[in-house]
């Protein structure tokens, strides 16, 4: 019953701004660390940033100081505010959680189906 669901992409002009959120579903599980990384045509999936279930977040050099993460734990769901938004941002952005499950023990990391940022100049 696991489910990432991303939203708040689109379409923005170079220096706008978008939040995009992710919300976990499911029960039976406790996450950690979310996070959201990207992936351009003909580049590798890289990270963007990610967050503990304390708060403590972790930026690529790219975006430090025009992106910001966040998180909302009763809700599990994660944030990612955009701003200053330029061309080479554009790419798919991908939603990540790692879940430890109650009822095994295990730890598994889940992901979204992405969701598209296009940014023109």
């Known amino acids: 019953q696991v489910q990432l669901v991303e939203s708040g992409g689109g379409l923005v002009q170079a220096g706008g701004s978008l939040r995009l959120s992710c919300a976990a579903s499911g029960r039976g599980f406790r996450i950690n660390k979310m996070g959201w990384y990207r992936q351009a045509p003909g580049k590798q999936r890289e990270l963007v940033a990610t967050?503990?279930?304390?708060?403590?977040?972790n930026y690529a050099d790219s975006v430090e100081g025009r992106f910001t993460i966040s998180r909302d734990n009763a809700k599990n769901t994660v944030f990612l505010q955009m701003n200053s938004l330029k061309p080479e941002d554009t790419a798919v952005y991908y939603c990540?959680?790692?879940?430890?499950?109650?009822?095994?023990?295990?730890?598994?990391?889940?992901w979204g189906q992405g969701t598209q940022v296009t940014v023109s100049s």
């Open positions: 967050i503990t279930s304390g708060r403590s977040t």
């Open positions: 990540n959680a790692d879940y430890a499950h109650f009822a095994t023990g295990s730890f598994t990391t889940y």
